[in-house]
């Protein structure tokens, strides 16, 4: 069975950086391409981020483009957002995501809530 | 960027009910698009892909057409454990765009 766990959720202070880590299991992970989505309370969901199955290729939101950097390593399964220079309106649930471009986001994390103040 | 705009924003219905919901992209899209359903404190989930084709798991109530830039996401029989928001979403181009969402009450 599929899963995706994220960690490395937190308060954090404007400006400052958090690491988000998304660890897959259920699948070959150096298959598939991952995207990071986020919502912010009480709003709608915002894709943040996409990399592919490679790792060679990624490309991001206008909303971080230059903050937030997405990386991922086949051979230790894992999934990662890097997020500097954070705003208060980077403040929301991240959740990690497989597949989206070409295709559906099959499967979900349970997300990490992100907030900056 | 291709924008997806979806209505309405919020809905009522009755339990029995047939809704539509609808997204319109901003350009052809050929039928890259997913419906995602959510309920709240959850991650969403896959309900339909490609404009039309149901998730493994999802019943049949659940159905979606279009393309180009005209879609729309039915939902017959509404039941209450139904209530939830509904995202479309494009994937044919980066970046992948949501729509606005549509809350669905009873």
């Known amino acids: 069975e599929v899963h995706l766990v994220e960690s490395g959720g937190g308060a954090v202070l404007p400006g400052g950086s958090l690491r988000l880590s998304c660890v897959p299991s259920?699948?070959?992970?150096?298959?598939?391409?991952m995207n990071w989505v986020r919502q912010a309370p009480g709003k709608g969901l915002e894709w943040v981020a996409y990399?592919?199955?490679?790792?060679?290729?990624?490309y991001y939101a206008d909303s971080v483009k230059g903050r937030f950097t997405i990386t991922r390593d086949n051979a230790k399964n894992s999934l990662t957002l890097h997020m500097t220079n954070l705003r208060g309106d980077d403040t929301a649930v991240y959740f990690c995501?497989?597949?989206?471009?070409?295709?559906?986001?099959?499967?979900w994390g349970r997300g990490a809530l992100v907030t900056v103040s | 960027d291709i924008q997806m705009t979806q209505s309405p924003s919020s809905l009522s219905a009755s339990v029995g009910d047939t809704i539509t919901i609808t997204c319109q992209a901003s350009?052809?899209?050929?039928?890259?698009i997913n419906w995602y359903q959510q309920k709240p404190g959850t991650a969403p989930e896959i309900l339909i892909y490609?404009?039309?084709f149901l998730a493994a798991g999802v019943p049949s109530k659940f159905s979606g057409s279009g393309s180009g830039t005209e879609f729309t996401f039915t939902i017959s029989s509404l039941q209450p454990e139904d209530v939830a928001t509904y995202f479309c979403q494009q994937c044919a181009s980066l970046p992948l765009i949501f729509g606005g969402g549509t809350k669905v009450e009873i």
């Open positions: 995501g497989r597949g989206g471009y070409g295709g559906p986001t099959e499967h």
């Open positions: 259920g699948f070959t992970f150096r298959s598939y391409e």
């Open positions: 350009q052809d899209i050929g039928q890259c």
């Open positions: 490609d404009s039309s």
């Open positions: 990399i592919s199955n490679t790792g060679y290729t990624t």
